[in-house]
């Protein structure tokens, strides 16, 4: 094969134009895994700053305040119970007592 | 090969590298992407699971602190309607006490004689209220009577006055000193206080189960 010093310059620039073409492959690969770390990063980034975290805490903290609110209820009615159970059985508490007091063995 | 065959070949092998180097970067960008979505995933599970012990745990605590508090203050509310029985019955025996009446100097002898049974010996000392001095000297005979009665020897008495002001009963002393027995009101109220309170409760609140 004989080749010409101008077909010769030829190849060797295609041979250049091809290793130009094979260096901004890797470049634009290398921008895509970087862009790939880079939206990695950011999804688990996303992760901690999830608004739904927040939204557990609020809701437990509502549940929370609705339990504490039924218990204070409920010992309200149970006070209110005791009360009258209190008030009507006083007399008799207070005679037993007395009665007690009084009481001589001989 | 030609030069039109080698140009070729050149073309297609920038290609074919281009075309692989593009490829194994597109792969290695979408294995990352895949395993940051999985540890995303991961990552938000176990997020959620520590989370939601978290606030169970946190909603437990709370409730529990409530509970307690509540249970406090219930027992509290108790213990004062229990109190408040113990005052009454209290003033009423004073009451009882400063009337001075029938059912009182009764009382009077049966508190000596119940502390005279309780005693050894026979000479005693019966100490009361300077109020009380001339009610249990009207009873006296009857009272010495009844105690001889119950010791099967003839006991003798001798009243005393209290130095100290107290709601009203006696003490009994023998002669020598050597035995004492405390028949006050007071001591009468500290004593059912200490036995009652089980009993208060019941009747008090009835039935009912906390």
New interface residues.
């Given amino acids: 094969?004989s080749?010409d010093v101008k077909?010769l310059q030829?190849?060797i620039e295609?041979?250049k134009?091809?290793e130009e073409?094979?260096r901004?492959?890797?470049q634009?690969?290398?921008?895509?895994?970087q862009?790939?770390?880079e939206?990695?990063?950011s999804?688990?980034r996303?992760?901690e700053s999830?608004p739904r975290?927040e939204e557990?805490?609020r809701t437990?903290k509502a549940?929370?305040a609705r339990?504490?609110a039924e218990?204070?209820e409920e010992?309200k009615r149970?006070?209110a119970?005791?009360?009258k159970?209190?008030q009507r059985?006083?007399e008799?508490?207070?005679a037993?007592?007395?009665k007690?007091?009084?009481r001589?063995?001989? | 090969m030609s030069l039109l065959e080698l140009r070729t070949e050149i073309e297609r092998r920038t290609q074919e590298e281009v075309s692989k180097i593009i490829e194994e970067g597109k792969r290695e960008a979408e294995k990352i992407s895949a395993e940051a979505q999985a540890k995303a995933r991961a990552l938000r599970d176990e997020r959620v699971k520590a989370l939601a012990r978290e606030l169970d745990e946190q909603e437990r605590a709370e409730l529990a602190t409530t509970r307690m508090d509540l249970k406090g203050k219930l027992l509290e509310f108790k213990f004062e309607w229990c109190k408040r029985v113990f005052e009454e019955a209290e003033k009423r025996v004073s009451q009882i006490a400063k009337g001075g009446g029938q059912e009182y100097r009764e009382l009077l002898s049966k508190l000596t004689l119940e502390g005279i049974s309780r005693l050894r010996g026979s000479q005693f000392v019966v100490e009361v209220n300077p109020r009380d001095v001339e009610a249990i000297r009207k009873n006296l005979k009857a009272i010495q009577q009844k105690a001889s009665k119950i010791k099967n020897k003839e006991v003798a008495l001798r009243i005393g006055s209290l130095s100290a002001t107290t709601l009203g009963g006696i003490i009994v002393t023998t002669e020598d000193r050597t035995q004492s027995y405390n028949n006050t009101l007071e001591a009468r109220i500290s004593a059912a206080t200490r036995n009652l309170v089980g009993e208060t409760y019941r009747i008090l609140f009835g039935e009912m189960k906390e």
């Fill in positions: 094969m080749v077909e030829e190849l295609q041979e134009s091809a073409k094979a901004a492959a890797r634009e690969a290398q921008n895509a895994v862009a790939a770390r939206k990695a990063e999804v688990i996303e992760v999830d975290w557990m805490r437990r549940q929370i339990g504490r218990l204070e010992h149970k006070i119970l005791l009360e159970t209190a059985n006083f008799k508490a207070v037993g007592v007395v007690e007091i009084l001589v063995e001989t």
